[in-house]
C-alpha cells in the first residue's frame, strides 16, 4: 500500500500534489538553515562595564580595608569591640596607555627654511575575545584616604584612644586632626 501511494503521489494526473509536497520540504529545508538567524536560541548575557567592574572591586576594597583595620584596632588593650568607617579624597584613578606619533617637516623657500611639527597623541586599546575594546590600563592609583571615624569600646579612655590614634595614622598615613575616636555604645 505504502508503495502505491508514492507511485500515484507522482503520477501525472497528481502534479499539484506532488508540487506542493517538494514545496513544503524545501520550505522545511530552508527554515533549517535560516533558522538559527530567524529565530536565535542564545541566552542574553548581561554585561557589566570596565568601569563598573572596577567599581565594585574598589568598593569591596575599601569594605575589607575597614573590616582588616577594625580587627587589628580590637586587638589594643583596653580598645574592646572596634567598628571603623574610612572616608576617601577621590575615586580611584586609572593610567591609561598612550601612544604618540611625532611628525616633523622641514621645507625651504626663497632661502627660508621652516619646520613644522605635528603630534597625534591616541590611546592604545585591547580587545577581549567577545570583540569588546578597552583602553590598556598600566597603573591604577588607589583613592587616599580623607578621613578616619573610629567607634571602640574603650573610646573613653585616653591611653586607648591615643594608642588607635597612633595606629591608624601608622595604616594610613593620615594626620591627627582627621581622626575621629568615638566610645561605643
Keep these: 500500500m505504502q508503495k502505491d501511494f508514492w507511485r500515484d503521489l507522482f503520477r501525472p494526473e497528481n502534479k499539484k ?3 506542493n509536497i517538494v514545496l513544503a520540504l524545501l520550505i522545511g529545508v530552508l527554515l533549517l538553515v535560516l533558522g538559527k538567524s530567524l ?3 542564545e541566552e542574553k548575557v548581561v554585561e557589566v562595564s570596565h568601569k563598573e567592574q572596577t567599581i565594585q572591586v574598589h568598593n569591596q576594597s575599601e569594605r575589607e580595608m575597614e573590616q582588616r583595620m577594625a580587627e587589628i584596632l ?5 580598645a574592646g569591640q572596634v567598628d571603623v568607617m574610612l572616608t576617601f579624597s577621590a575615586t580611584t584613578e586609572s ?11 622641514r ?10 611639527f605635528r603630534k597625534e597623541t ?11 575594546t578597552s583602553p590598556l590600563v598600566l597603573t591604577e592609583n588607589s583613592p587616599l584616604v580623607e578621613g578616619v571615624v573610629i567607634v571602640a569600646q574603650g573610646g573613653d579612655n585616653a591611653v586607648v584612644c591615643k594608642a588607635l590614634n ?6 594610613l ?4 586632626h582627621k581622626i575621629a575616636i568615638l566610645k561605643m555604645k
Design 17 to 19: 500534489a506532488s508540487n
Design 39 to 41: 529565530f536565535p536560541t
Design 74 to 78: 580590637s586587638k589594643i588593650q583596653g
Design 95 to 105: 593610567v591609561v596607555a598612550h601612544e604618540e606619533k611625532t611628525e616633523e617637516t
Design 107 to 116: 621645507s625651504q623657500e626663497n632661502g627660508k627654511t621652516s619646520e613644522n
Design 122 to 132: 591616541a590611546v592604545v586599546m585591547t580587545e577581549d575575545g567577545k570583540g569588546n
Design 166 to 171: 597612633s595606629a591608624a595614622q601608622a595604616l
Design 173 to 176: 598615613d593620615v594626620p591627627a
